[in-house]
C-alpha cells in the first residue's frame, strides 16, 4: 500500500517536469504556480509514505538504501517548499523536481527494499543521527541545485544567449546569497547530525566515520574558501554540484537505524 503512495508522489513531480519541458520546447517559459503545487502535492504522497513505513517499523523509515532515497528525496522538497516562496525562487521547482523524480525511481525500481527484521527498540539518537544527517543532504541537493541555476544563467549571460528561461531566474548576487545560505544549513544540520553519532552509545563503523567526515571536510573547504574570497562564484556553484555527487555517492555511509546492534 505504501509504494502506491509513492509511485503516485513521483507521478506529481513527473508531472512538473514534463510541464517545464513543454514550456521549453514552444519557448515559452512562465513563472509557473503548477509547478509548486505538483512538487506540494508531491511533497504530501511523499510524507504519507514515510508516516505509513514509519509506523510499520516502529521507527524512523531509514532501515534500508530504499527509505535513505524516499527520504533524501522528502529532504530536497522540505527544503524546496521551505527555501523556494522564502527567496522567490519559484523556478527552482523545475530544477527539483527532475532529481526527486530520479531519486524516487530508482528507489522504486532498483531491488534495495529489504526489509530488516529488528528486535531492539528505536535508540532516539540512532533516529536523530540518521535523520539529521539525511535532511542535511538535502539541504546540501538544494545548494547544488541553486549552483546549476547560477551556471545556467552566467552562461547565458557570457554567450549573450538569452532564452525565455533567463528572464525568469534571480540576479547571481541573489542566487549566490541562497547558495552560501544552503551551504550554512546543510553544514550546521549535517555537524548535528555527526555529532550525535558518537550519542548513541554503539560503535560506530570506522569506515562510515570517516565518509561523513570527508563530506563534512568538503564543505567545510567550500565555505572557507568562499568566506576568504579564495574562489569566485562561479567555482563555489561548480564545487556545489562536485560535492553533492560525492555526498550521494557515499549515501551507503548513512547509518541504518535497523542495522544498529546493541553493544555486547
Known amino acids: 500500500m505504501d509504494r502506491y503512495l509513492l509511485i503516485v508522489s513521483t507521478i506529481c513531480y513527473l508531472a512538473a517536469v514534463v510541464h517545464t519541458a513543454g514550456e521549453l520546447r514552444v519557448g515559452v517559459f ?4 503548477f509547478n509548486f ?6 511533497f504530501v504522497f511523499q510524507t504519507a509514505f514515510l508516516s505509513l513505513r514509519g509506523h510499520a517499523l516502529g521507527r524512523c523509515p531509514l532501515t534500508n538504501l530504499f527509505e535513505v532515497f524516499v527520504f533524501l528525496a522528502w529532504s530536497v522538497s522540505l527544503m524546496y ?3 523556494g516562496p522564502l527567496y522567490r525562487l519559484s523556478l527552482m521547482g523545475a530544477f527539483t523536481a527532475p532529481l526527486v523524480v530520479l531519486l524516487q525511481s530508482f528507489a522504486l525500481i532498483a531491488p534495495i527494499d529489504v526489509r530488516h527484521s529488528v528486535n531492539i527498540p528505536a535508540n532516539p ?3 536523530f543521527h540518521a535523520s539529521i544527517s539525511t535532511v ?6 538544494l545548494a547544488c541545485i541553486a549552483g ?3 551556471l545556467v544563467q552566467e552562461r547565458q549571460l557570457k554567450t549573450h544567449q538569452l532564452h525565455s528561461i533567463f528572464y525568469h531566474l534571480p540576479p547571481l548576487t541573489d542566487l549566490f546569497a541562497t547558495v552560501t545560505r544552503l551551504l550554512w ?3 550546521g544540520l549535517y555537524t548535528l547530525g555527526i555529532v550525535s553519532g558518537f550519542f548513541t552509545g554503539r560503535p560506530l563503523p570506522r569506515v562510515q566515520v570517516v565518509a561523513a567526515l570527508g563530506v563534512w571536510l568538503l564543505y567545510a573547504t567550500i565555505l572557507q574558501g568562499r568566506h576568504l574570497r579564495w574562489l569566485a562564484p562561479k567555482w ?4 556545489c554540484i562536485v560535492g553533492f555527487s560525492v555526498a550521494l555517492a557515499l549515501l551507503w555511509g548513512i547509518t541504518f537505524t535497523a542495522e544498529m546492534r546493541p553493544p555486547p
Open 30 to 33: 512562465r513563472p509557473m504556480r
Open 37 to 42: 503545487f505538483a512538487v506540494g502535492l508531491g
Open 81 to 83: 517548499m521551505l527555501v
Open 125 to 127: 539518537w540512532v533516529e
Open 136 to 141: 542535511a543532504y538535502g539541504a546540501f541537493a
Open 148 to 150: 546549476v541555476m547560477y
Open 185 to 187: 544549513w546543510g553544514l
Open 236 to 239: 563555489v556553484a561548480a564545487l
